[in-house]
Structure formats: structure tokens, C-alpha cells
């Protein structure tokens, strides 16, 4: 029996469309064929990633490296431009912020030969704008082949010419000039930058100027310049071979005003005559004479003496060495008292009071007020005094009346500072930003009987002339002969004053000297402290109180 005949399968029933059949499909997770290709698409999608990731990685740095390349460029910029600001050469100012010394943009002048259209005509033009130049100059120039600075610091007229030439030889170069704006009136102390060369503070403070270090001066601008239009027609007038002004504060020792003729300008260095550089007020030393007989009034005073209530016989003079008498010729008295001596300024008296008190306290005396140190001041030099090598009873007695001890005006400004501050001994500053303490070094009675003392030789003794009206003045005279080949000069002499004020509470001092005064009719038939320097003192102040006082920097009845 066939199976058809006897079974029937439900679920098979052969389709009777030839035309129709069912496609199967059979999913078998362990197809391997397929898992193959699975994995063939997922490795070269991992390799794509990979590619891709490291491009964008490779970017990425790219991007970082350039910022941090643009960052560091940039700082170092920055840093560049701001040490450019840093190392711009400091301004110096007075006490006031009155600019003295600067730096301003300027050009160089160069020119390349290479490239000249037409030497002759270049020359000629170029003779024309720098008629200073030798003829053979700009010959020599452009006879060689080469890039050469003609002139640093053109002026813009100059610039101005050079560019109206054309010539595509002509170039600048940035640069930078040291200029003075008061031009003289503070040369003494800033001195001069030009190029490689520096003077005085210009010099001194170069390490702190070159770093963008600004300097303030003590001084004051319209004193200055009030001070040097004074001096310098007291030096026309007597015919001096030079001047020194000094003007301080007693309390603290800043200099106000500074003047030293004949000076230079800084801002040609070049044009700096034989001498003219040189600070007379800290560079020189002088032997000062009469201006030191106040330091044995100091001795008495400091030690009680009696002497202040003694006569002095000067009639007979004084014999201080087998060919030398010493006289006063000028005062007509034959006794004189304590205060006489001064005021009349005896040296026979002035010798007489020192060999009563002794060689011994004259010495004690001096290393109290450090004269016999030297005086450092802030950016300039300062010349050492010099005191006998042999202070002997004989170099006592020439000390007494203002010989055989040679001082710097600076020295003897300060010393007279502790005479009539109270005793106080002071250093002496042109820097603004400078402090000292103070030490009392004198009794305080020394130096109030010192400023009555002082107050009277301007009242009634040498030092008539350098009276003010309205403004009370104590001070002292000084004349000395100067020495020229080991003999004193009968002809040449030193003048000098010195003065403090307000004398019943003083807050200034002042202090004048001339170098060899000549005769002048206008004033005397002689040259003395008392009608040199004691009249330019008072001339000076009438005109520097006004601005003491509105700047009160002191109080005057």
C-alpha cells in the first residue's frame, strides 16, 4: 500500500502553481562565514577610528603648540616692552618735581655711499645743513664704500633738510638723548650723560639711573635760579676768578640751593671749558679765615671759660714765629672784650684765645664737629679737608684766625649748621629721600650764645651789608690771602660770608665766597668779606624769602 493512499499530511500539501515556491530562511548563530565578515567591518572600522583619532589628536597639538608659541611670543613681548619702560634712564627732579634731566626720542644720521645719486651735489647740500663739518669731511666719507653715522641727535629742523634732499643714501636711525632742561643752572650736580660719558650723580647713581631709578633733589628750582642770577652778577661785578653759593637747612642738612661759577651746560659737553666742571662747593678746599675765629667762641663757651669776661690787649700785635707779627691794622682800638673780638674780627685776639684754652680742646673741639672727616654725599664726590700734619701749639694759633687748615665750603656750611641749630650735628643731603637721625654734640647754651654772637657781628661789626630788611641775620665775615709759592699773596685774596636766619631760631643757612675779587669802585677800594660776599648775601636773600616763606620752608618775623 502506497503512503498516499493510506496517510495525509496536513502540513505538506504540494502546491499545485507550478510558478509558486517559498524561499526558507534559516538564521544559525555559528555561521562562520558571516561571522567572519562581521569582524572584517569591525576592523576596518577600528582602523578608520584609529586614523581619524590620530589626526584629530595631531590637530589638537598642532592648535596647543601654536597657542602656547603665540602665548610665549607674546609675553615675551610684553616682558621685552616692559623692560624697555624699565630700563628707560630715570628722571632726575628738584624738590618740587620740577623736571631737570630726561631722556627724549630723537635720530641718528647715516648715510650709505653705496647708494649716493650724485656726490658732489650731496656734499654741497649736506655742507649746507652741517656747516660745522670740514670741507674735506663728507670728501673723505664718500671716497669708501660704507654705512656711516654722520651725526647722532639730529635736530628736526636738520631732519627736515635731509629728508627734502631725496638722496636714497640718506637714512635715521631711532635713538634717545639725555637732555637738561635748566640747562646750567644744575650742572654741578647732575653733571652730563653724552654717549659713553657720564659725570657726577649722571655717573655716580649710573647702575640706578640706567635701571628706570627716578632721583629727587633737595633743591628747589626758583632758589636756584634766584641764587644764580645773584651770583653771577657779583661775580661780573667784582671781577672773581669763580663763586660759591651754598644755601641749607640747619635741621636736617638738605642743600635748597647750589651754585658753583663758572659751570657748563650739559647739554653740550663738548663746549666744557678748563675748569668749569669742577664743584667748587665740594671740590675744592679753601683756607677760610675769619670765618673760623666763631669755632673759638665755640671753645669757650663749651668748656665755661672765663675768658668771656676778659680784655684783650691788641695793640702790641702778636709774634707768631721769629719773622711773622701778626696785627690788626684794621681796628683802631688797642683793648678789645670778648664780643669785640669777634665783631671786629681781631686775629690777635682770636690768637690769644686759643693759647689760653689750650691746643689740646681746640682739637677735641674740630673731631667733635668731624671736621676732620670726610663728608659723603649721595651721587657726588666730596674732596677731603686737610688739617695740618703738625698740629702743633704754632698750627693751633694760624688755626685760630683761619690759616694753615684748608676746608671745603660743604665742610664749613655744616659745621656752622651744628653752631647754630642747637648743637646738633647734621649730614648734609642732596637726596630727597635721604633720613638721618640727629646728635646733639654742642650744649645747647653754646649754641644760643653762638647766634647772639653772630646776630651782633651783623648788627654792628663786619658784616653790615649783608643786613635785610625785615628779616633777622647773624653770621660771619671771612678774608684770606692765598697762598702762591709757599708765601701768602698781599693782593690775592679769598672773600666769603656765611649766615644763618632767622638768627633768634634759625632754619637756613647761607654761605657766599669769592675766588680773587678785584678792586671795584663800586663798592671798595678793597676787596673783604664784608663788601664781596656779605652784600651778595644779602642780595640773594631778599630775593630767595619770598619764595622760603610761601613754601614754608620758614616762618620770619
Known amino acids: 500500500m502506497l503512503p498516499t493512499d493510506k496517510y495525509i499530511y496536513e502540513n505538506v500539501v504540494p502546491s499545485k502553481n507550478k510558478n509558486f515556491s517559498t524561499n526558507l530562511s534559516f538564521k544559525d548563530t555559528n555561521d562562520l562565514f558571516e561571522l567572519e565578515k562581521k569582524k572584517s567591518l569591525i576592523q576596518h572600522a577600528k582602523k578608520i577610528n584609529k586614523y581619524i583619532l590620530t589626526i584629530v589628536l595631531i590637530f589638537f597639538c598642532l592648535i596647543i603648540f601654536n597657542l602656547q608659541k603665540i602665548f610665549f611670543i607674546s609675553n615675551e613681548s610684553f616682558n621685552s616692552f616692559s623692560n624697555s619702560i624699565k630700563k628707560e634712564r630715570g628722571k632726575i627732579y628738584d624738590r618740587n618735581g620740577e623736571l631737570i634731566a630726561t631722556n627724549i626720542d630723537t635720530k641718528d644720521f647715516y648715510i650709505d655711499t653705496r647708494k649716493i645719486l650724485n656726490k658732489t651735489e650731496l656734499k654741497n647740500k649736506l655742507q649746507t645743513i652741517f656747516p660745522n663739518k670740514k670741507e674735506t669731511y663728507f670728501k673723505e666719507i664718500f671716497s669708501k664704500k660704507q654705512y656711516v653715522k654722520i651725526k647722532p641727535f639730529i635736530t628736526i629742523n636738520e631732519e627736515k633738510h635731509l629728508k627734502q634732499i631725496g638722496d636714497p643714501s640718506i637714512n635715521f636711525h631711532k635713538s634717545s638723548k639725555r ?47 634766584k641764587v644764580h642770577e645773584e651770583l653771577s652778577n657779583s661775580l661780573k661785578l667784582y671781577n672773581a676768578n669763580s663763586a660759591v653759593a651754598i644755601i641749607m637747612d ?133 674732596v677731603k679737608n686737610k688739617l695740618p700734619q703738625n698740629w702743633d701749639s704754632q698750627a693751633s694759633k694760624f688755626i685760630s684766625y683761619g690759616y694753615g687748615i684748608s676746608i671745603s665750603p660743604i665742610s664749613l656750611v655744616s659745621t656752622y649748621a651744628t653752631l647754630v641749630n642747637g648743637g646738633y650735628k647734621i649730614k648734609p643731603k642732596v637726596n630727597l629721600s635721604e633720613n638721618y637721625p640727629r646728635e646733639r654734640i654742642l650744649k645747647d647754651t653754646t649754641s644760643s650764645k653762638i647766634n647772639l654772637l653772630l646776630s ?56 657766599i665766597l669769592f675766588d680773587e675779587p678785584r678792586r671795584n669802585k663800586s663798592e671798595s677800594l678793597e676787596s673783604f668779606g664784608g663788601n664781596t660776599a656779605a652784600p651778595t648775601f644779602s642780595r640773594i636773600l631778599k630775593k630767595i624769602s619770598p619764595i622760603l616763606n610761601r613754601n614754608n620752608y620758614t616762618k620770619m618775623n
Open 250 to 382: 640747619v635741621n636736617n642738612g638738605e642743600i635748597i640751593s647750589l651754585v658753583s661759577l663758572p659751570d657748563f651746560n650739559p647739554n653740550h659737553p663738548e663746549d666744557i671749558k678748563a675748569f668749569s666742571e669742577n664743584n667748587l662747593a665740594f671740590e675744592a678746599r679753601y683756607e677760610m679765615g675769619s670765618t673760623l675765629k666763631i669755632f673759638n667762641a665755640a671753645l669757650v663757651y663749651e668748656n665755661n671759660s672765663k675768658l668771656e669776661e676778659e680784655k684783650f690787649i691788641i695793640k702790641n700785635g702778636y709774634q707768631i714765629t721769629p719773622d711773622k707779627l701778626i696785627e690788626d691794622d684794621h681796628i683802631k682800638k688797642g683793648i678789645l672784650n670778648f664780643e669785640e673780638i669777634f665783631t671786629l674780627s681781631s686775629n690777635v685776639g682770636s690768637i690769644n684765645i686759643v693759647e689760653e684754652l689750650g691746643i689740646k680742646k681746640q682739637k677735641e673741639l674740630f673731631k667733635n664737629l668731624s671736621i676732620d672727616n670726610q663728608i659723603s654725599l649721595y651721587g657726588l664726590n666730596v
Open 179 to 225: 637732555i637738561y632742561l635748566q640747562h646750567n643752572l644744575f650742572s654741578h650736580l647732575t653733571g652730563f650723560k653724552s654717549l659713553e660719558l657720564k659725570s657726577k650723580i649722571e655717573r655716580n647713581l649710573d647702575d640706578h639711573l640706567k635701571k628706570g631709578t627716578d632721583v629727587s633733589l633737595t633743591l628747589d628750582l626758583r632758589v636756584q635760579h
Open 456 to 511: 651782633e657781628i651783623v648788627k654792628n661789626g663786619t658784616g653790615k651789608k649783608a643786613n635785610v630788611d625785615g628779616i633777622k641775620i647773624g653770621g660771619k665775615t671771612g678774608t684770606s690771602k692765598k697762598l702762591e709759592n709757599g708765601k701768602y699773596s698781599e693782593k690775592k685774596v679769598i672773600t666769603s660770608f656765611i649766615g644763618a636766619f632767622p638768627i633768634d631760631q634759625p632754619k637756613y643757612i647761607a654761605f
